[in-house]
């Protein structure tokens, strides 16, 4: 087991499921970590499960929903004001929302906002913190449920058509383009200190889709007793954010804390430029041009 002592790390959606867990677990191995909730009380909560778990004081939060752009912008600025870097970021917040589409408060569609571009702009916002460590690491959850979507970046915002579970899926994949793309950036600028890598943690049992109501729901709860752990599933985020083997790789898609092909034909270079672009624009930031 790594020691962490001198390594301060961000969790974003660390309140339940395989986010507790990691964020949990980071604690245990000494690190300083950082819980980025939503709700306030859920996460004082958990501050205080994890440090009577591990003994670590070192257990902070701080407040932000992903999905509204300002609302990012103002944590990544107190994140600033209270920390000299970031060792690692853990992109982990996820959600899917339910049978009817629903836009956050910028307008955009929620789980476009959740699971993409607010993670998006966090990065962007937290690249110069991460510089500020000597060998710094971003872990982005994806899922394999990246095969279960319909992508297009005609149609980013899916005013033409919508699924809970296909807007899902997508945004999986925008989190495996993202990784990739991140990587190639980072090369390209000669940022040598900091790799970033995906993830699909494996099917979880967890309150995951609760909220999308209808058929899916109770496919879901007929499945969760043969779904793993969010112990087992938050394996792979805690291997890549601290495992020495991983230490150089950046770009890659892990499960079972094993690289893994993306089996994917919407995957390609031009298709990472061009989402990495339009997400750009839509946040309102230019990282890594």
Do not use: C
């Not at 390594?7 to 690190?31: D, F, H, M, P, Y």
């Not at 909730?37 to 701080?62: C, L, P, S, Y």
């Not at 789980?111 to 998006?120: D, Q, R, V, Y």
Request: glycine share 8%.
């Amino acid at each position: 087991m790594p020691d962490l002592q001198d390594k301060i790390i961000l969790v974003t959606g660390g309140t339940s499921g395989i986010g507790e867990v990691t964020a949990r677990e980071l604690a245990r191995q000494g690190a300083h970590v950082i819980i980025l909730a939503r709700n306030r009380d859920k996460a004082a909560r958990t501050q205080r499960d994890i440090k009577n778990a591990t003994g670590n004081d070192r257990v902070d939060t701080v407040l932000a929903d992903l999905s509204v752009m300002q609302q990012v912008r103002d944590v990544a600025a107190e994140l600033h004001a209270k920390y000299p870097r970031l060792d690692v970021l853990v992109n982990n917040a996820g959600l899917m929302f339910g049978a009817e589409r629903e836009v956050s408060a910028d307008g955009y569609e929620m789980t476009l906002a959740t699971n993409h571009l607010g993670p998006f702009l966090l990065t962007s916002l937290l690249l110069d913190l991460l510089q500020k460590s000597p060998a710094a690491r971003i872990v982005n959850v994806a899922s394999m449920a990246y095969r279960f979507s319909k992508p297009t970046l005609d149609d980013l915002q899916s005013e033409r058509s919508y699924s809970p579970i296909w807007e899902y899926g997508t945004t999986k994949l925008w989190n495996i383009m993202f990784t990739q793309e991140l990587a190639q950036r980072l090369r390209a600028h000669g940022i040598t200190n900091i790799t970033t890598n995906s993830l699909h943690p494996g099917a979880v049992a967890t309150g995951y889709g609760k909220q999308s109501g209808g058929w899916l729901s109770a496919v879901l709860n007929l499945a969760r007793p043969f779904m793993i752990s969010p112990e087992q599933g938050a394996e792979t985020s805690i291997f890549l954010a601290t495992d020495a083997k991983v230490g150089t790789i950046s770009g890659g898609y892990f499960s079972k804390k094993k690289p893994e092909p993306v089996k994917s034909s919407f995957n390609t270079p031009a298709n990472n430029r061009r989402l990495w672009e339009l997400s750009e624009q839509l946040t309102n930031t230019q990282f890594l041009d």
